[in-house]
C-alpha cells in the first residue's frame, strides 16, 4: 500500500506542547475475538496506522509530520492486547513518512 489518503476534514485538536516535553494520547485496545471473527487468523493481518500532525513551529511557520506504521499482528502475543504494541513488534512503513 503506497497511498494513504489523509482527509482535511478530520484535523482537529489545538494542543500545547512545551519544549523538553512530551504529550500521550490513549486509544482503545483490541478485542482479538471480534477481531479474529472479522479478519480470519491474526498472522494472515496486517495493521496500517497512518495520520499527519500539523502544528506552528513558533516562529510562525507551520510544518506537518506524516506518519505511517505497519503491524504484523502475527508478532503480536495474545496477552499483550490488553497493553498495545510493544516496541519491539512496531515497524514504521516504508511508505507515508514525511515531514518538512
Keep these: 500500500m503506497k497511498n494513504f489518503a489523509i482527509l482535511q476534514d478530520r484535523f482537529e485538536g489545538d494542543n500545547v506542547i512545551p519544549p523538553g516535553t512530551g504529550m500521550r494520547k490513549g486509544g482503545k485496545a ?7 471473527a472479522g479478519r480470519g487468523r491474526i498472522g494472515d493481518s496486517w495493521l496500517y496506522v497512518w495520520g499527519e500532525v500539523r502544528y506552528d513551529d513558533g516562529f510562525e511557520n507551520t510544518r506537518f509530520t506524516k506518519f505511517c506504521h505497519r ?28 515531514a518538512d
Design 30 to 36: 483490541i478485542d482479538w475475538e471480534s477481531f479474529q
Design 71 to 98: 503491524y504484523n499482528f502475527a508478532g503480536i502475543p495474545r496477552q499483550d492486547a490488553g497493553g498495545g504494541v510493544t516496541a519491539d513488534n512496531a515497524r514504521y512503513h516504508v511508505y507515508g513518512n514525511d
